[in-house]
């Protein structure tokens, strides 16, 4: 018998794989029946409101809970910061009330007495020498390559510029949470908004004191996660708390304003640079200093990423520091800190281009020399060109025509690994044909559901709707948490190794029983074939597995080509600027995007759209705004905390970069990429329409009138 | 019986009569020993005035008549949601600013979360539950699936109930009323292009 191989299918016998395929969880989403756990409803559930604290740094006095204890409705409160505590930044919770409604936890919140002594806060995260003055800054290294002075003084072209981009919330729709019910003193159920099935269970059973396998962690859907929900978090054990003092399940999730403020924030970083090329264009140094925040920890966006993408630029200087602020710490936030990276180095280029009179298209083209994938990137910003029609619509920047609306292009390039998680799975073949899989995996959306099933689906032969997968509990085997875009290679992987080593039992027991040789087996539209013709169904080949199912584990990620890593990825906008209102607006942006092997196209496409949106969200709009004086975060709410809406986005084309060689790499990652290099694309089609850099990231109308007032870049 | 058979809450019909009666009931059901203050505020008040304790309330949602034990402040969100498990609508910020809470009364799209369970009384709630049940499947819900219009679905039933009512109110909306017309509801993954093909795609792209 040949030698039987681990491998995905030739490109062209695909008869699932690749194609557009509804996600199998879409008509529970849809129609509302799908139970996120801010859904979770168990009998007698108690609801937990808030206290949190509101100002820049304090510490606790008094707190006195007795009225409290006594509001009716309030079955237990439990105090997160006691007195002589030390509350370090806005939105730091200081007490929970479980009560019977959630309006009569709110009496039970207002019936708690607590004092503070205001200590001194910090919370500008751009001004260095403020900073600096209040002693709030750190060095956070600094390193050379070659010779930037000399190069400096043989440089054709020098520009000099000052960049930036803001803080972030992930604004998770579903703030963070749980519902926690206990079964005796130490049995725990959690339903837990989480990226981190598998890996959450400790992190409730240390702090209470019971074995992490009395936890039991369950995640069918989550309302967003962006990087932010990985750990069950003190509110989480907080939750399991309330519920014993109070003898009932209790379901603690984050009010908006406190999921704004310590639910997870994005660095920010600005950055003073120095950039310089030869006469041909060719980028010869790069020098900065960049500094930001990522709350109190005092860190920035990364330094050995800078210049991002372009790490060949020969001579380099760089240096970070960072800023300790009074603001709630920062998480992952989707692909960190890339889309910062990027809002800080290809700004740089394009200003560079606009110095030297050049079309920005051929600077980038120029130098990609410089990044690690050139080929992908040429092809890539070829395809972008023509989609959003680069040539024609060029001009040089500033010269963007008509009298209070100017309009402008620009793009941006990005990278990311998106190598396959660590992940186990249990592959059931029922003896009447049914197929199911199990794994403590979770679904954020991405649509790792509908990728399993297609998995399975593709190897068995069978329709996608034939196979039931189980994710979502801890119970399963373990799976990688989702966050890195690891998690489509992280589970395609080990389905489609457990679903060939159970194909093959199978294919042996057919040849056995038809006679027929078993290399000459193949699985297609429900049936067993042999050299194409039918031999048996799915359910009669499987009806010899005899009465036990048949139960195959799949383990990832291996080295034998189902799945790799790293990913280009090259955006493009046009965009209109009102010189007189500073609104910019989207007319079109360009995703083209490769990501090795695609096994879902339409929900691959939905990952890049939302990409390009959540990019035109921290491009224009969004930013966590903070009160020096109190120290408060003054936008923590969906109104003022702007996001894009449904008019606001402009006509995206996504483009899914797929020639053979793509499909050869196997799967990759695609979560992050697409949300990267969108705010640079814009800030760099802004600054083409209106000949002026707008520095920091979001481009506000605020700001963008600031910079035209200011003049040239 | 219930307390407010034979009351008008909603309008400037309630006078001070209507509320005595109801307060009296509301009064002897639960001893309340607050009702000579909240009888003196209502004196001075020409506008919905309730007890504060929870009374029964019968709300008809999505076809069933349901009688909920609820306070007046009580939110129709959290009643949908805490009381009849319908959790389709989603609690996103209190301010309702994002309309994950849409649900349609008599036709209409309110957001949930900014109106009372009191206040909705014999009128039909529909839920974003109501567009598919077994086997049948409202085009919205099947537009939202087919053009993957959803990542993480947690603003998706509110958009599709947004939706609906919007199509239903122009049958044959164009782009440019569709960014308009949804443009009271909030995505975080960015799910807005789905939502737009699936929408155009009901409405015949306007033609």
Not at chain 1, 271 to 295: K, L, P, Q
Not at chain 1, 672 to 686: C, F, H, L, Q
Not at chain 2, 66 to 73: G, I, L, N, Q
Not at chain 2, 95 to 121: H, W
Request: hydrophobic letters at 35%; one cysteine or more; charged letters at 25%.
């Amino acid at each position: 018998m040949a030698e039987r191989k681990v491998a995905w299918k030739k490109r062209a016998d695909n008869t699932l794989i690749g194609g557009d395929h509804q996600r199998i969880d879409g008509f529970e989403k849809a129609s509302g029946h799908a139970k996120y756990a801010a859904d979770i409803n168990t009998a007698g559930t108690l609801f937990a409101r808030l206290l949190t604290f509101k100002g820049g740094a304090a510490v606790v006095k008094s707190i006195d809970i007795a009225d409290a204890e006594k509001t009716p409705g309030v079955r237990a409160v439990e105090v997160f910061n006691g007195a002589g505590k030390e509350v370090r930044w806005d939105g730091t919770i200081v007490a929970a009330v479980a009560a019977d409604t959630p309006e009569q936890a709110e009496d039970g919140v207002r019936a708690i007495k607590v004092t503070y002594e205001a200590k001194p806060h910090w919370v500008d995260e751009e001004d260095l020498p403020g900073a600096t003055t209040s002693k709030r800054t750190k060095p956070l290294g600094d390193n050379q390559k070659g010779d930037v002075a000399a190069a400096l003084k043989a440089a054709k072209h020098v520009h000099k510029g000052y960049y930036g981009i803001a803080t972030i919330s992930h604004m998770c729709l579903e703030t963070h949470g749980s519902h926690c019910e206990w079964d005796g003193d130490d049995k725990l159920k959690v339903h837990l908004s989480t990226q981190n099935v598998s890996g959450t269970g400790g992190q409730f059973a240390g702090p209470l004191g019971i074995d992490a396998s009395n936890v039991s962690i369950t995640c069918n859907y989550i309302g967003g996660g962006f990087g932010s929900k990985f750990a069950a978090d003190e509110w989480g054990v907080k939750c399991a708390q309330l519920s014993k003092k109070a003898g009932k399940p209790v379901r603690l999730m984050l009010d908006r304003a406190t999921e704004l403020k310590i639910g997870g924030t994005r660095p920010s970083g600005f950055a003073e640079v120095t950039i310089a090329a030869d006469a041909e264009g060719n980028i010869t140094v790069w020098d900065s200093h960049h500094w930001g925040t990522s709350g109190i920890a005092g860190s920035t966006i990364s330094l050995g990423q800078l210049p991002y993408c372009f790490d060949g630029i020969p001579n380099r200087n760089r240096k970070a520091t960072g800023i300790s602020t009074n603001t709630g710490p920062n998480r992952a936030w989707r692909a960190p800190p890339h889309p910062q990276l990027c809002a800080v180095t290809d700004t740089v280029i394009d200003d560079l281009a606009a110095k030297m009179g050049a079309n920005s298209y051929d600077i980038f083209m120029k130098n990609l020399d410089k990044t690690p994938k050139p080929d992908v990137y040429a092809e890539e910003m070829k395809i972008g060109a023509k989609l959003i029609d680069w040539k024609a619509k060029w001009h040089a920047h500033g010269k963007g025509g008509g009298k209070s609306v100017k309009r402008g292009l620009g793009m941006a390039l990005h990278r990311w690994g998106g190598r396959a998680g660590a992940t186990t799975c249990t592959v059931k073949v029922h003896p009447d044909g049914a197929v199911e899989t199990f794994l403590g995996s979770q679904d954020l959306g991405t649509g790792t559901r509908t990728v399993i099933a297609i998995t399975l689906a593709e190897t068995f032969g069978l329709g996608i709707n034939d196979v039931k997968v189980n994710l979502g509990n801890n119970s399963y085997p373990k799976a990688n948490p989702s966050g890195g875009s690891i998690t489509v290679g992280g589970v395609s992987g080990p389905h489609r190794r457990a679903g060939l080593e159970a194909l093959w039992k199978i294919y042996d027991l057919v040849a056995a029983k038809y006679k027929v040789k078993a290399d000459s087996l193949s699985a297609k539209g429900g049936k067993i074939l042999s050299a194409g013709k039918s031999v048996c169904t799915w359910k009669q080949a499987c009806g010899l597995l005899g009465p036990m199912p048949l139960e195959v584990q799949g383990q990832g990620p291996k080295d034998d080509g189902l799945t790799s890593a790293g990913v280009a990825g090259v955006q493009m906008a046009d965009v209109s600027v009102d010189i007189e209102t500073g609104i910019v607006r989207i007319n079109e942006l360009v995703a083209v995007q490769d990501c090795g092997l695609i096994i879902d196209e339409l929900t691959a496409r939905s990952q890049v759209y939302g990409g390009l949106i959540m990019g035109i969200a921290y491009a224009l709009s969004e930013e966590r705004v903070m009160d020096k004086r109190t120290g408060r975060f003054i936008n923590a709410d969906l109104e003022n905390y702007k996001l894009p809406r449904i008019g606001d986005i402009g006509k995206l084309m996504v483009h899914m970069y797929q020639p053979d060689s793509e499909y050869e790499r196997g799967v990759v990652g695609l979560g992050e990429p697409p949300v990267i290099s969108t705010g640079a694309a814009i800030s760099n089609a802004v600054a083409n329409a209106t000949g002026v850099r707008v520095p920091v990231q979001p481009l506000t109308p605020q700001r963008v009138l600031e910079a035209l007032k200011g003049g040239q870049a | 019986m219930r307390d407010r058979d034979d009351q008008n809450r909603s309008g400037p019909d309630f006078n001070r009569r209507d509320f005595l009666k109801g307060s009296a009931a509301a009064a002897t059901a639960t001893a309340m020993a607050t009702q000579g203050s909240e009888e003196a505020v209502a004196a001075n008040l020409k506008t919905n005035v309730f007890a504060a304790a929870a009374q029964n309330v019968t709300l008809n949602v999505n076809g069933k008549d349901h009688t909920v034990k609820v306070e007046p402040r009580v939110t129709l969100l959290h009643v949908l949601r805490n009381n009849l498990n319908l959790t389709g609508c989603k609690e996103v910020d209190e301010r309702s600013a994002d309309g994950a809470d849409t649900v349609l009364i008599d036709g209409k799209t309110v957001l949930a979360g900014s109106r009372l369970a009191i206040e909705c009384e014999d009128k039909k709630i529909h839920t974003v539950e109501s567009l598919r049940r077994g086997e049948k499947v409202d085009a919205v819900v099947a537009g939202f699936v087919k053009h993957d219009a959803m990542q993480c679905g947690f603003c998706t039933p509110g958009f599709v109930v947004a939706t609906r009512a919007f199509l239903d109110k122009n049958p044959k909306a164009s782009l440019a009323d569709i960014q308009k017309g949804l443009g009271g509801n909030i995505c975080r993954c960015g799910t807005y292009q789905g939502i737009t093909m699936c929408a155009l795609e009901i409405s015949k792209g306007g033609k």
